[in-house]
């Protein structure tokens, strides 16, 4: 299945690092962008006056609480604009294994989860995969970790350079990256409204012209669910 992993170029080191040593950072879930990242609902009698709330880390102590954030789509605008500083940055596409590495799907609700803390079994994963609905539109998948970096080899498939990336750390990349990575530009697409990416930059492109010449060809993209 393939992710994305959108990164700013003020993260250039963090960016680097998935491209070239291909291995993904996870970061505390506290330190995540949503304030409220873990909460729930405890699940309390009738009577009780107000609704209580906990964090993930209550309910089980040995669940790994860091995480890397994916997605399943580059396309819309919001993901560029908040996590790949304002076209500037990148999305990293990765073939991962959903049966082999512990990624989960968010599920989005419109309040926090309701969980039974004396309830056994998932309610530590469900705290940390669950989040309103606001977040909707990011599609999010999620690499969950005890470890900071995880291996990905041979996963990094793309590189979406953003187009108002500078034009040096542009070619920074496309010489950086491995054979197997192939370097695209992104386009904007009125029709649709989103981000397409043009032709992929070839190897021997990337080694004697850099990234001052694109191809003209781009994937053209559905227009964005105006429901969400």
């Known amino acids: ?4 992993k959108f990164k700013p170029v003020e993260q250039l080191a963090h960016l680097l690092d998935v491209v070239v040593n291909e291995r993904l950072y996870c970061e505390h879930y506290e330190a995540l962008n949503d304030p409220f990242e873990g909460q729930f609902a405890r699940m309390v009698g009738q009577g009780a006056a107000r609704p209580q709330f906990g964090t993930a880390r209550e309910l089980d102590r ?11 789509r580059f396309e819309d605008v919001r993901m560029w604009s908040l996590y790949a500083g ?3 940055g990148v999305a ?6 959903p049966q082999r590495l512990p990624l989960h799907p968010v599920r989005y609700t419109r309040r926090l989860p309701t ?17 309103t609905s606001h977040w909707a539109y990011e599609r999010e998948w999620r690499l969950l970790s005890q470890d900071r970096h995880i291996p990905v080899p041979g996963a990094v498939l793309q590189v979406i350079l953003g187009m108002r990336m500078p034009t040096e750390i542009m070619e920074i990349i496309a010489r950086v990256a491995r054979p197997h990575t ?4 992104a386009r904007l697409d009125p029709a649709g409204t989103c981000i397409v990416q043009g032709d992929a930059l070839g190897v021997l492109d990337r080694a004697t012209t850099g990234v001052s010449a694109y191809p003209s060809g781009t994937r053209r993209c ?7």
């Open 1 to 4: 299945m393939i992710f994305y």
């Open 62 to 72: 040995n669940l790994p609480t860091r995480i890397c954030s994916l997605t399943d």
């Open 86 to 88: 304002r076209f500037a």
């Open 92 to 97: 990293i596409a990765l073939e991962l294994d």
């Open 115 to 131: 969980i039974d803390v004396a309830a056994s079994g998932d309610a530590a994963l469900r705290a940390l995969t669950t989040k």
């Open 182 to 185: 192939r370097v695209h530009v």
């Open 222 to 228: 559905a227009v964005p669910d105006s429901s969400i």
